[in-house]
């Protein structure tokens, strides 16, 4: 008996589907500002003094580089009330994007630092800049100017990656076509319909990160 396909099925749940594309939006938002923000403390970190901040940052990078992200979102979200502190849904699943994002972000980051010429950081040394001031005003913009597409790609990853926190109950649009799923029993049409969508956020998502990287770097280097 050939399938019958009806996609009309889903129209009745188009609010369902669309506060799940709102509320991945807004972990995306969250995890990518805060992560890349964390990855750039990390790379920083990574050439501190001391060298056991170095160390210490690694063994995060590492950790969480090498560990599965839905892992990590359950140790956030069950295990940490075992140590007195309790998160919500939305909590548990943006603190995970944002601590994984910034695992990753530090090498990324990091990649970039290790392209800038020594030679522009003996310089900056020479005018008795201090290493905030060098790292701030020398290292941080041609770096990320080096990197940005990689750290892009990650941005997208980690946003694409949320829909594992539909494991918590994090209401976002993972959550929805599984729920619309359970109730209308229209598989193929539910994930035809979210994989669509999942697709022209990725896609917008890109072009938005491409067009902040133009404003953000060739506006100030013809400035």
Known sequence: MAYQFDFGAILPHWKLLLDGVVLTTELAAIGAVAGVGLGILGAWARTARPPVISQLVAIYVELIRNTPFLV???????????????????QAAALAMIVNLGAYSTEI??????????????????????????????????????IWPALSSQVVIVMLGSSVCSQIAAEELTFAANYIQGMNFRAFEVYFVTTGLYLVMSILLRQILKVFGNFLFERRHHA
């Open 109 to 146: 980051v990091r990649a970039g630092i290790q392209a800038i010429p020594a030679g522009q950081i003996e310089a900056a040394q020479s005018l008795a800049m201090n290493r905030v001031q060098i790292f701030r005003y020398i290292i941080i913009r041609p770096a990320l100017k080096k």
């Open 72 to 90: 990590q979102l359950f140790f956030i979200f069950f295990g940490l009330p075992a140590l007195g502190l309790k998160l919500t849904e939305f």
